[in-house]
């Protein structure tokens, strides 16, 4: 804490010294959207203001002059779509780079129309997608930077209790998510990430490079596959094109530096890394886990001519979880060494190193674009344990080893011409998968020992087209997207019409301001890795025999969107999700669905694809974007959850949350200081019980650890209605070319106790040995354990942009 306090003083003192002027600016390039040809002449204003520039014959211009902080830009030209930028960032450090792109206006000079524009929607996705731009996601409290979290404020997005960042859209599971780099898609975002899920406890992503981020809760474009509940699309900025320059963030558990600059005439690159130092506070605090986590980012762009670009980017990490085994040292807490000690015997130590890489190659033509990509994805994850951290042979648990690797190629050409965008393409994955483990565990009452090695080798195909329109006075918007998935991993993936996925797409405004929006689809998802390399101890692919194939959901989105004024949104839409061919889990007899929310491996197991379920529910949106001084978002969502359990009876999924509200307000005061809270409400989220009998018999108990659970009631109990509110303290000091950001985070301020599963163990004596059960002989005595989750987390951190 006194590290904390000294970090806080430092801007307070150096503010003494801000007497010097400061001044930023705006630069940059406007251009045809879809041939990248310069815009000469288009206006460029800042928004409710009379400040404002005119682009040259090539299409520059650059703002001089303005006072730091945020800015909202309008940018018109004669003949092309007036297109508004929000929260434009403006730093004494660098140059803000906006590079705008207008679209063709293809209607008469006569029957244009000015109006408040809609929020961000294409002809393919004209509902459920939402964009968030950078700053808003600095601002977001909680958020600590980490995109995962700040999207959790949108409709239809739901979290867990615990302490990750999973992304639960519209009842389905976090598995179900995809992401993408300019473009590139990359396997994983997080931290300790869940193998054969998504989510994880800390973001990757590196935040001063994202420009924006496009979120498709539905109404996926057909280029863009092999997702069920979401994408996500991050738009990176390119570096400054002026000089060296770069950010150096210090927050409570993690240490950053970026740096940007030219690399010869037409070429610019960022590059961060970053280190956490959790570890360190998790130890004075007695925790009984020590994770350490480091990451790196890049993006290099050259510019080979005004007709073709090259974008190079880069994202890894390496992560280290340890077992701190002195945790109870000192502790008279019994309340605490008990949760402790549960933890320490039933967490495996993990190690995970991941990255992506990724080229593409950007060029333009008369009426069109085309794209080449390739790029490679690669994790390895790596767990063991031993019973009560001995490490002896014969106490081995668990010993897992496993590899994906992913070498990606990709070719899209997108089209314009008389009204009409067409979109094609077509993709190939090489998928290399390794997988060693050592296993034992509970398994229908028993004992077993799960012992193989698999390896895999296939490809993944893509084909897809989309083709839009608008008619009857660019009133009405329609799309219509066709996309095949296929695989040569087995004959029953390798049929393109199985995968045959339609979609289609429409919007009619009512009023200028007003709109009326659909959307219904079919989309495919390969089973995760874990499931399709599977093998039993004696070698045998198991759900390849079990002739596995892509999980299928069928989506219909209804909804309505009002735009007051451009920086206003009202909207509600209605979704239904279909859910076919889902892995099921044949041991527990569970859908693969209900799981993804934990730390570990998920489907690294015997299944089926039999599993069905559904998801419907309704969402409300009010947005209120930063147009002076104040902002905020009010979003509820009723979602329901269901997944046929063994007796195929719809049983609530574990991301059955019912209810999903969030208030978040901030506002700007003077004096570049800045205040903003969240409030979050969760609905009583389903758990499965424990079978304490079984969990307490020795047998079971001495391998597993930890309580089973009963798949026989799957689902039957909640955890009750949580909520929490954080808020965040901004101070921004403006110098001559360099600036600082100081901000106080507070989460859980009123230090909420959320109830969750209690954890099942054993009673002790006073060794720590477990105690028999005085009626069973072959059995111990039960207790439960409570697992409150939350406590206040407050934060402190600085940025300084140099």
Same mark, same amino acid.
């Not at 601002?139 to 980490?146: T, V």
């Not at 994202?315 to 402790?340: H, M, P, T, V, Y």
């Not at 099942?760 to 005085?774: F, K």
């Given at each position: ?23 930023? %600016? ?36 650059? #703002? ?19 297109? =508004? ?20 206006? !293809?209607?008469?000079? +006569?029957?244009? %129309? ?42 239809? %997005? ?27 898609? %990359?396997?994983? !975002? ?27 809760? $539905? ?26 320059? $770069?950010?150096?963030?210090? $927050? ?18 960022? =590059? ?9 506070? =998790? ?20 510019? #080979? ?91 081995? #648990? ?40 050592? +296993? ?40 219509? $997207? ?73 989506? !219909? ?17 209605? =979704? ?49 974007? #930063? ?5 905020? !978002? ?169």
């Amino acid at each position: 804490m006194k590290i904390l306090r000294f970090l806080f003083i430092i801007p307070l003192l150096l503010a003494t010294s801000y007497t010097w002027a400061q001044s930023g %600016v705006i630069k940059g390039r406007v251009y045809n959207r879809i041939n990248n040809e310069a815009i000469p002449f288009a206006n460029i204003a800042i928004a409710n203001s009379t400040l404002g520039t005119t682009a040259d014959i090539n299409g520059n211009y650059r #703002l001089e002059k303005l006072k730091p902080g945020n800015y909202n830009l309008v940018c018109s030209s004669l003949g092309y779509k007036t297109q =508004f930028l929000y929260e434009i960032r403006v730093s004494p450090s660098k140059p803000s780079l906006i590079n705008i792109s207008l679209q063709k206006e !293809i209607k008469e000079l +006569n029957e244009i %129309v000015v109006s408040a524009p809609a929020f961000n929607k294409t002809e393919e996705s004209p509902l459920s997608m939402r964009t968030i731009n950078t700053t808003e996601i600095f601002r977001s409290p909680g958020g600590n930077r980490d995109i995962s979290k700040v999207i959790q404020i949108l409709p239809g %997005v739901a979290s867990t209790l615990s302490f990750r960042n999973d992304i639960i859209v519209r009842g389905g599971s976090p598995n179900e998510n995809r992401f993408y780099l300019d473009g590139i898609e %990359v396997a994983n !975002i997080n931290h300790f990430a869940t193998q054969g899920a998504s989510g994880g406890p800390v973001g990757m992503i590196n935040v001063n490079f994202i420009r924006e981020l496009d979120f498709y809760a $539905g109404a996926f474009p057909a280029s863009k596959g092999n997702a069920l509940s979401s994408i996500l699309d991050f738009k990176q900025r390119k570096g400054n094109d002026e000089k060296l320059a $770069g950010t150096l963030m210090l $927050g409570s558990s993690d240490l950053g530096l970026s740096l940007e600059g030219p690399i010869g005439k037409n070429s610019t690159f960022i =590059f961060s890394v970053r280190r956490s130092y959790l570890q360190i506070l =998790f130890k004075a605090l007695k925790l009984p886990f020590l994770p350490t986590y480091n990451d790196a980012q890049f993006k290099h762009n050259i510019k #080979l001519d005004s007709k073709n670009e090259l974008t190079f980017i880069g994202l890894g990490a390496i992560d280290d979880f340890k077992l701190n085994a002195s945790a109870n040292k000192g502790l008279k807490d019994a309340d605490q060494i008990e949760r402790n000690t549960y933890i320490l015997n039933n967490l495996p130590v993990n190690n995970q190193w991941n990255y992506t890489l990724g080229a593409k190659w950007l060029h333009y033509s008369k009426n069109s674009y085309q794209s080449f990509i390739v790029s490679r994805n690669h994790l390895n994850n790596e767990a063991i344990k031993y019973k009560n951290n001995i490490e002896e042979d014969d106490l081995l #648990l668990l010993n897992y080893k496993s590899q994906e690797i992913e070498n990606k190629i990709k070719f899209e050409s997108t089209k314009r011409k008389n009204g009409w965008k067409w979109n094609i393409g077509s993709s190939v994955d090489f998928v290399e998968y390794t997988n060693s483990t050592f +296993n034992k565990k509970e398994q229908n009452g028993q004992v077993v020992t799960i012992d193989f090695d698999s390896e895999l080798n296939f490809r993944k195909f893509g084909l897809f087209t989309q083709i839009s329109r608008k008619i009857l006075d660019d009133r009405l918007s329609l799309s219509f $997207g066709l996309r095949t998935d296929f695989s040569d991993y087995s004959k029953e993936l390798f049929n393109p019409l199985d995968q045959l996925s339609p979609r289609l797409s429409a919007s009619y405004a009512l009023t200028p301001k007003f709109n009326v929006n659909f959307n219904t689809g079919r989309y495919f998802q390969l089973p995760a890795y874990t499931v399709m390399g599977y093998r039993d101890n004696n070698n045998n692919l198991v759900n390849k025999n079990n002739k596995i194939t892509y999980i299928e959901s069928n989506h !219909i989105v209804s909804g309505i969107d009002y735009n007051p004024t451009q920086y206003s949104k009202i909207s509600v839409e209605g =979704f239904y999700k279909n859910y076919k061919n889902y892995p099921f889990l044949l041991a527990d007899s569970v859908s693969l669905a209900n799981l993804g929310g934990d730390f570990g491996v998920i489907g690294n197991e015997a299944a089926k694809s039999i599993s069905k379920g559904r998801s419907y529910g309704l969402e409300i949106l009010l947005q209120q974007k #930063l147009s002076s001084s104040i902002y905020g !978002i009010i979003s509820y969502t009723w979602v329901r959850s269901e997944f046929k359990d063994k007796n195929g009876i719809y049983t609530p999924s574990s991301w059955d949350n019912k209810h999903i509200l969030n208030l978040t307000a901030g506002k700007k005061f003077n004096n570049n200081w800045e205040f903003g809270m969240k409030f979050r409400l969760l609905g009583p989220a389903p758990y499965t019980p424990y079978n304490v009998e079984l969990s307490a018999q020795k047998v079971i108990w001495d391998v597993a650890q930890s309580g089973q659970l009963d798949w026989n009631q799957l689902n039957k109990k909640r955890n009750p209605t949580s909520h929490t509110m954080d808020i965040r303290l901004d101070k921004k000091w403006y110098f001559n070319k360099w600036s600082i950001n100081a901000y106080l985070d507070i989460q859980n301020i009123y230090n909420f106790k959320a109830k969750t599963q209690p954890y099942l163990d054993v009673e002790r004596d006073a060794s720590g040995t477990p105690i028999e059960n005085p009626n069973n002989p072959l059995a111990y005595k039960m207790k439960e354990i409570e697992n409150d989750s939350g406590t206040i987390l407050p934060s402190i951190g600085l940025m300084i942009e140099f």
